[in-house]
């Protein structure tokens, strides 16, 4: 039994389905990246594993037991970062940072404690309102939220989304060390090499369907997958 397991999970809007049919099944410390074309229902994907968007058919089980939607996800062991609006930008950071732990509020000063001896630059400026962080700031603040409930899966959507290569491979290795401290991360990135190279599978989803889930690097050496999906640049020779 995986620790998240999703069989043929079909929904969208409301309208004709953006999601047609999906299986994936996650183990503890498993560290896969959503690729795919714009509108493929990667955000949409994640979202219906959260609840924020229902599904009509199929079933999400987190060790084994089946998601509702509605269910406080976070308590249940899911952590959500989405690509927009994952801080309270009048918020100070310590105040985003107790906000993720809202369910759990005598264990916020300590879960503070330990997310700011992981991320020491929150450290400094727990006192400032978030907006007043860089972006690589505010996407460390919006993970560490994330992180107050003490998840067993992640969801990040495009976490590296306006950050530069430094930064955004800065936190790829973060995300890389949760993975080895037991988290199962699903991660959709458009910095899709970059993703590739610090996980260790790859899936695929076009229009709605898992095209392809694959070691990454696998996938990296793909021809037709580095054709269609990641650019069109060939695997450089190896010298
Ligand atoms: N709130 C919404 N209401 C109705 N349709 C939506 C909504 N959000 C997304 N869609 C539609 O669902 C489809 C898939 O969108 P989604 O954002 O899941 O794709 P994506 O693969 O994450 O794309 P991108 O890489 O551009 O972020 C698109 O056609 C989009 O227009």
Same mark, same amino acid.
């Given at each position: ?7 043929? $999970? ?5 309208g @004709?389905?953006?999601?047609?049919? !999906? ?8 560290? #896969? ?39 406080? $996800?976070?308590?249940?062991g899911?952590?959500?970062v ?14 985003? $940072? @107790? ?8 264990q ?12 020491p ?8 309102? *978030? ?9 460390? $603040?919006?993970? *560490? ?15 590296? #989304? ?12 973060? !995300?890389?060390?949760?993975?080895? @401290?037991?988290? #199962? ?14 996980? @260790?599978?790859?899936i !695929? ?10 070691a990454a #690097?696998?996938?990296?050496r ?18």
């Amino acid at each position: 039994m995986s620790l998240l397991q999703i069989q043929g $999970l079909k929904g969208g809007y409301g309208g @004709e389905d953006i999601v047609k049919g !999906v299986d994936l099944a996650l183990d503890a410390g498993d560290f #896969a990246v959503i690729i795919g074309p714009n509108g493929a229902g990667k955000s949409t994907f994640l979202k219906m594993i959260c609840g924020l968007v229902d599904f009509h058919t199929g079933r999400i089980e987190l060790n084994g037991q089946p998601l509702k939607g509605g269910q406080a $996800l976070s308590a249940a062991g899911i952590g959500f970062v989405p690509q927009e609006f994952n801080v309270f930008p009048s918020m100070t950071v310590r105040e985003n $940072l @107790e906000i993720g732990c809202y369910l759990q509020p005598r264990q916020a000063s300590r879960r503070i404690d330990e997310q700011l001896a992981r991320f020491p630059l929150l450290a400094d400026r727990l006192r400032v309102p *978030a907006r007043s962080l860089s972006g690589g700031q505010r996407q460390t $603040l919006a993970l *560490a939220i994330s992180l107050m409930m003490q998840p067993r899966v992640l969801l990040l959507d495009e976490p590296s #989304a306006g950050l530069s290569p430094v930064a955004a491979d800065a936190m790829f290795a973060t !995300v890389g060390q949760l993975t080895r @401290e037991g988290i #199962a991360v699903l991660m959709i990135e458009q910095n899709a090499l970059a993703a590739l190279a610090v996980a @260790e599978r790859g899936i !695929v989803l076009v229009m709605g369907q898992k095209v392809r889930d694959a070691a990454a #690097a696998d996938l990296v050496r793909d021809p037709e997958t580095r054709r269609l999906f990641l650019g069109g640049q060939p695997e450089p020779s190896q010298p």
